[in-house]
């Protein structure tokens, strides 16, 4: 099912502070910067920084693995039939479809298939 590393996601409560911090302090390149994502080329994976998934909440902390598929219909099929907890609906991003799942204790991962629209 899954192709590749593709991003690390760090929720960050100021994408600001967090942006200069991992570009300017540890030097890592900017690939994209918004309110909403910024990604860095961490040598060779994107680490992306993300406000906090569910809006008002405080960041958990940690990270979210993004892994690539090839075809994020069907590995929300296989995932639900093993009865693995995966979102409804799949979410754009500049790279990509993106579906959030949870590995079975309960911390977030996602996947995404490139170039694939919503």
Excluded at 8 to 23: G, L, P, S
Excluded at 58 to 87: I, K, N
Excluded at 102 to 118: A, E
Aim: charged letters at 15%.
């Amino acid at each position: 099912m899954v192709r590749s590393l593709h991003t690390i996601v760090i929720e960050v409560d100021d994408m600001a502070a967090a942006t200069t911090f991992y570009r300017d302090v540890l030097g890592l390149k900017t690939q994209i910067e918004s309110p909403y994502w910024t990604s860095l080329d961490c040598f060779g994976t994107t680490l992306g920084l993300h406000p906090p998934f569910v809006p008002g909440e405080t960041p958990r902390g940690g990270v979210v693995l993004c892994l690539a598929v090839a075809d994020l219909v069907a590995a929300q099929a296989a995932l639900r039939a093993v009865g693995a907890w995966c979102a409804d609906a799949f979410h754009g991003t500049p790279s990509g479809a993106v579906l959030d799942i949870k590995d079975p204790s309960g911390n977030p991962l996602q996947l995404i298939q490139l170039g694939l629209s919503v």
